[in-house]
């Protein structure tokens, strides 16, 4: 199982802020941060992550 830190929180909440332009909420941001924590790629449609530039997996 893969449980976000604090770290991805505050993490998290720098990215929401960092793009006010954006409709990015606090889960796609803490998802992405989490992803890049541990390598993963997020699995998403979702063109908020490309934004981010968090590898995507879309199968």
Known sequence: ???PTA???R???TVVA??????LT????????VGIRTALPVW???HHFDIL????WRG
């Open 1 to 3: 199982m893969l449980a």
């Open 7 to 9: 770290e991805d929180y």
């Open 53 to 56: 530039r968090v590898p995507v």
């Open 18 to 23: 960092r793009y006010p332009d954006q409709h």
């Open 11 to 13: 993490t998290a909440r």
């Open 44 to 46: 998403t449609y979702d």
């Open 26 to 33: 606090l889960f796609d941001a803490l998802v992405a941060a």
